[in-house]
């Protein structure tokens, strides 16, 4: 290799002694990210194309997924000069091409006084490499012209050499997986959790953007069906979506100790996925590999995947697919859209996606459920009444069918439980039907959750709380309020208080835990730190205004601005009668709170079914009229659950 030296921004590129610098900095960079590096910085700003670098890198006849070598690589010098791939100063990647090095470059004079050429690099490393040896010093003579002497013993050197250097080079590529068989499998790490980055899209076309978001789901989905590996879900790790972090920070944030990576490739009905796995306590590649498939052979896929996946982080039992009915690949993509505006929160768009996934399949029991969804969330967000009873129709028989069609897919049994739960108001069945759903995904966190609130209504406080638990191990960010609120219902208001401000501090700024950290003070009689908490939830203006109107009037007077407030609000948007009953019973307006729970009984308000384990009601739970509303619910009596 070349002793110049190439000089760019504040780094150093020392290729004689291998080395790259920063100040008196030496940067960690392994072999090939270092190599690539020198061919990039030496290209003096020209397109270096895929090609090329397996070419120069590996050779053009090596038998290996070099895609995935190429893209670790650039991800590790990325990571080594603290470049952003969407805001490159280093590498610019130029889709379905190559890179290019972009900063400006200088050579300064190597050790013998001359500069560095230009591609000495890569061109002098295999001499350099050989000097000393046996074959060197042959290849030596013979470039000068001299016949060497051989003997049999120099002859046999030789041969071993070269029969060692190929050894060295098949197993250090892992060529068809030579080194995982020669060596044994115990060798790889245990990984016990992992994280399912989001896909990178790397099709032409921007708005297959769901198409990523998509397949990152269904191999979440897949994975976690281990139940001795942990899968962080969904919405833990779309946080990381285009956020180019180093794998460890993100693998130490997620509590995993192995990440999958990788990128999907749309074009027409084919579909390239690359996908590789990380030991991220040592930043250690352990498998990868890449599929070219037709979209109707993606569920195949799928299960392949994870199973590949399962067996790599050293699983025995192997994910299955439950559903052994094949999916049309337009009714999939139409499925996969859905899911994607459904995330977004807009439901009536993921709706006609669902519809027309139906139409081009109707035995998608999948698409089935998703319907039914889109019916429930909207209304159980808050909905009049009119909405309500349009959603209950559709959205049960949806669920209904989706059941119908496959009685194995947990998804089907939890929109059942929702339907039941918060629309019929069926205790029984929705207890039924969300037993079914943990009893079909145990590591499905939204069926826990869902389990918690039935549960709870049901007044099995303590397994209630259990659930939300296991959901909150499962999926903690989805709902980082969501033990909090459990905590608050069942009266643990000191250990609902801690668990919140822990969860503020991991995940800080979101609104429902501000709100529910200021029910758990009230409750416990902080009165000033509740009205204090509340007021990081509205908008500067009414913030002022709450905190004015504490100083004013105290307690009482915090309490009436919040009911006049949410009053003039209803003069522009719906606001349930469910809401006006918790906030007239703050105020300690005993007729005016239940004024609105009868409204709420009459409007059938989903949330009503939570009347008895709401702190804000038990100052009338002797009431009559609190009573037969009870009682008009088919609810159990509630139990005493001591407060702090």
């Given at each position: 290799m070349?002793?110049g030296?190439?000089?760019?921004a504040?780094?150093?590129?020392?290729?004689?002694?291998?080395?790259?610098?920063?100040?008196?900095?030496?940067?960690?960079?392994?072999?090939?990210?270092?190599?690539l590096?020198?061919?990039?910085?030496?290209?003096?700003?020209?397109?270096?194309?895929?090609?090329?670098?397996?070419?120069?890198?590996?050779?053009k006849?090596?038998?290996?997924?070099?895609?995935?070598g190429?893209?670790?690589?650039?991800?590790?010098?990325?990571?080594?000069?603290?470049?952003?791939?969407?805001?490159?100063?280093?590498?610019?990647?130029?889709?379905?091409k190559?890179?290019?090095?972009?900063?400006?470059?200088?050579?300064?004079?190597?050790?013998?006084?001359?500069?560095?050429?230009?591609g000495?690099?890569?061109?002098?490393?295999?001499?350099?490499?050989?000097?000393?040896?046996?074959?060197?010093?042959?290849?030596?003579?013979?470039?000068?012209?001299?016949?060497?002497?051989?003997?049999?013993?120099?002859?046999?050197?030789?041969?071993?050499?070269?029969?060692?250097?190929?050894v060295?080079?098949v197993?250090?590529l892992?060529?068809?997986?030579?080194?995982?068989?020669?060596?044994?499998?115990?060798?790889?790490?245990?990984?016990?959790?992992?994280?399912?980055?989001?896909?990178e899209?790397?099709?032409?076309d921007p708005?297959?953007?769901?198409?990523?978001?998509?397949?990152?789901?269904?191999?979440?989905?897949?994975?976690?069906?281990?139940?001795?590996?942990?899968?962080?879900?969904?919405?833990?790790?779309?946080?990381?979506?285009?956020?180019?972090?180093?794998?460890?920070?993100?693998?130490?944030?997620?509590?995993?100790d192995?990440?999958?990576?990788?990128?999907?490739?749309?074009?027409?009905?084919?579909?390239h996925?690359?996908?590789?796995?990380?030991?991220?306590?040592?930043?250690?590649h352990?498998?990868?590999?890449?599929y070219?498939?037709?979209?109707?052979?993606?569920?195949?896929?799928?299960t392949?995947?994870?199973?590949?996946?399962?067996?790599?982080?050293?699983?025995?039992?192997?994910p299955?697919?439950?559903?052994?009915?094949?999916?049309?690949?337009e009714?999939?993509?139409?499925?996969?859209?859905g899911?994607?505006?459904?995330?977004?929160?807009?439901?009536?768009?993921?709706?006609?996606?669902?519809?027309?996934?139906?139409?081009?399949?109707?035995?998608?029991?999948?698409?089935?459920?998703?319907?039914?969804?889109s019916y429930?969330?909207?209304?159980?967000?808050?909905?009049?009444?009119?909405?309500?009873?349009?959603?209950?129709?559709?959205?049960?028989?949806?669920?209904?069918?989706?059941?119908?069609?496959?009685d194995?897919?947990?998804e089907?049994?939890?929109?059942?439980?929702?339907?039941q739960?918060?629309?019929?108001?069926?205790?029984?069945?929705?207890?039924r039907?969300s037993?079914?759903?943990?009893?079909?995904?145990?590591?499905?966190?939204?069926?826990?959750?869902?389990?918690?609130?039935?549960?709870?209504?049901?007044?099995?406080?303590?397994?209630?709380?259990?659930?939300?638990?296991?959901?909150?191990?499962?999926?903690?960010?989805?709902?980082?309020w969501a033990?909090?609120?459990?905590?608050?219902?069942?009266?643990?208001?000191?250990?609902?208080?801690?668990?919140?401000?822990?969860?503020?501090?991991?995940?800080?700024?979101?609104?429902?835990?501000?709100?529910?950290?200021?029910?758990?003070?009230?409750?416990?009689?902080?009165?000033?730190?509740s009205?204090?908490?509340?007021?990081?939830?509205?908008?500067?203006?009414s913030?002022?205004?709450?905190?004015?109107?504490?100083?004013?009037?105290?307690?009482?007077?915090?309490?009436?601005?919040?009911?006049?407030?949410?009053?003039?609000?209803?003069?522009?948007?719906?606001?349930?009668?469910?809401?006006?009953?918790?906030?007239?019973?703050?105020?300690?307006?005993?007729?005016?709170?239940?004024?609105?729970?009868?409204?709420?009984?009459?409007?059938?308000?989903?949330?009503?079914?939570?009347?008895?384990n709401?702190?804000?009601?038990?100052f009338?739970?002797?009431?009559?009229?609190?009573?037969?509303?009870?009682?008009?619910?088919?609810?159990?009596?509630?139990?005493?659950?001591?407060?702090?």
């Amino acid at each position: 290799m070349s002793s110049g030296v190439i000089k760019f921004a504040d780094f150093e590129l020392d290729r004689g002694r291998y080395e790259l610098r920063r100040g008196d900095r030496v940067l960690k960079l392994e072999k090939i990210p270092m190599e690539l590096l020198v061919l990039l910085a030496e290209s003096n700003g020209r397109l270096v194309t895929r090609d090329e670098i397996v070419g120069k890198i590996w050779g053009k006849d090596v038998f290996l997924d070099t895609e995935h070598g190429i893209n670790t690589a650039i991800r590790k010098i990325r990571q080594a000069l603290g470049d952003d791939p969407e805001n490159p100063r280093f590498v610019q990647t130029v889709t379905g091409k190559g890179y290019r090095f972009v900063a400006a470059t200088s050579f300064a004079a190597a050790e013998n006084g001359n500069p560095a050429p230009p591609g000495a690099a890569l061109e002098d490393a295999p001499q350099q490499s050989q000097s000393g040896t046996a074959l060197g010093r042959v290849a030596a003579a013979t470039a000068e012209g001299k016949a060497p002497a051989w003997s049999a013993l120099q002859i046999a050197i030789v041969v071993f050499a070269a029969m060692m250097g190929i050894v060295a080079a098949v197993v250090g590529l892992n060529v068809r997986d030579v080194r995982d068989r020669v060596f044994s499998s115990t060798a790889k790490p245990r990984i016990h959790s992992l994280a399912v980055l989001p896909l990178e899209n790397l099709s032409a076309d921007p708005a297959q953007e769901y198409f990523a978001d998509g397949m990152t789901d269904e191999l979440i989905t897949m994975l976690a069906k281990n139940a001795d590996l942990r899968v962080v879900s969904r919405t833990s790790v779309m946080q990381y979506k285009k956020v180019h972090r180093p794998l460890a920070d993100v693998a130490r944030e997620l509590g995993v100790d192995g990440i999958l990576e990788g990128s999907v490739e749309r074009s027409g009905s084919r579909v390239h996925i690359n996908a590789q796995l990380i030991y991220a306590p040592q930043d250690r590649h352990v498998w990868a590999e890449s599929y070219d498939r037709d979209l109707s052979d993606l569920a195949s896929l799928q299960t392949e995947l994870a199973q590949t996946i399962s067996r790599q982080v050293g699983l025995t039992a192997m994910p299955v697919r439950l559903s052994q009915r094949s999916v049309n690949a337009e009714a999939y993509d139409r499925y996969l859209l859905g899911r994607y505006y459904w995330f977004g929160h807009q439901y009536d768009k993921s709706r006609e996606h669902f519809l027309k996934a139906i139409q081009l399949q109707p035995d998608y029991a999948a698409a089935h459920a998703a319907l039914a969804d889109s019916y429930t969330a909207p209304v159980v967000l808050g909905a009049p009444k009119t909405d309500m009873e349009e959603a209950m129709v559709k959205a049960e028989s949806a669920a209904r069918q989706a059941i119908a069609l496959d009685d194995s897919v947990a998804e089907a049994h939890l929109s059942m439980a929702a339907v039941q739960f918060f629309l019929r108001w069926n205790w029984e069945a929705a207890e039924r039907e969300s037993a079914r759903a943990v009893e079909l995904n145990p590591r499905y966190s939204e069926a826990h959750h869902l389990r918690a609130y039935v549960l709870l209504a049901l007044q099995r406080s303590e397994e209630a709380v259990q659930e939300d638990r296991k959901s909150m191990e499962l999926d903690p960010r989805i709902r980082p309020w969501a033990l909090g609120y459990m905590l608050l219902r069942t009266r643990q208001f000191e250990a609902g208080i801690a668990e919140l401000r822990a969860r503020d501090e991991v995940q800080p700024g979101d609104f429902i835990t501000h709100d529910i950290l200021s029910e758990l003070y009230w409750h416990n009689g902080m009165r000033a730190e509740s009205i204090q908490e509340l007021a990081r939830d509205y908008v500067p203006k009414s913030a002022a205004e709450l905190e004015a109107a504490f100083r004013r009037g105290g307690v009482q007077g915090a309490t009436e601005w919040r009911l006049a407030h949410v009053k003039k609000l209803q003069a522009r948007m719906y606001v349930s009668p469910w809401e006006f009953a918790g906030l007239s019973a703050h105020a300690g307006h005993r007729e005016e709170t239940l004024h609105w729970l009868e409204q709420s009984y009459a409007a059938h308000v989903p949330w009503l079914a939570f009347i008895q384990n709401e702190p804000d009601f038990d100052f009338i739970h002797s009431d009559p009229r609190y009573e037969a509303i009870v009682k008009g619910m088919k609810l159990p009596p509630a139990q005493e659950t001591p407060s702090n």
